[in-house]
Nanobody, 124 residues
């Protein structure tokens, strides 16, 4: 059974930092590219960050470039999203996902599995 479990969300103030973690079980993370997405109330799910299976290729939505960093530790089957200089507009449920690259698609990741999400709330 494949399972992705996110953690690390919470309530913070604008300018603070958070690090989200995503632990994969039932598969080897080294076999997958992965991504982070977010969904704010009343809005569609939005791509946030992508990390290739090797960790060598990353991409970000423009609104988080320079503030968020996606990394992975394949030995621990865990991916991370370091979020710095958080803004109120970053408030959303954050989801991690694994899949295969789809560089020509709407998102750079064609998702095979989703996590359940973790809430991030940034107050002004």
């Amino acid at each position: 059974q494949v399972q992705l479990v996110e953690s690390g969300g919470g309530l913070v103030q604008a300018g603070d930092s958070l690090r989200l973690s995503c632990v994969l079980s039932g598969r080897s993370l080294s076999s997958y590219s992965m991504g982070w997405f977010r969904q704010a109330p009343g809005k569609d799910r939005e791509f946030v960050a992508f990390n290739s299976w090797s960790g060598n290729r990353t991409s970000y939505v423009d609104s988080v470039k320079g503030r968020f960093t996606v990394t992975r530790d394949n030995a621990k089957n865990t991916a991370f999203l370091q979020m710095n200089s958080l803004k109120p507009e970053d408030t959303a449920v954050y989801f991690c996902a694994i899949g295969v690259p789809d560089y020509g698609g709407a998102f750079p990741l064609r998702v095979d599995y989703w996590g359940q999400g973790t809430q991030v709330t940034v107050s002004s």
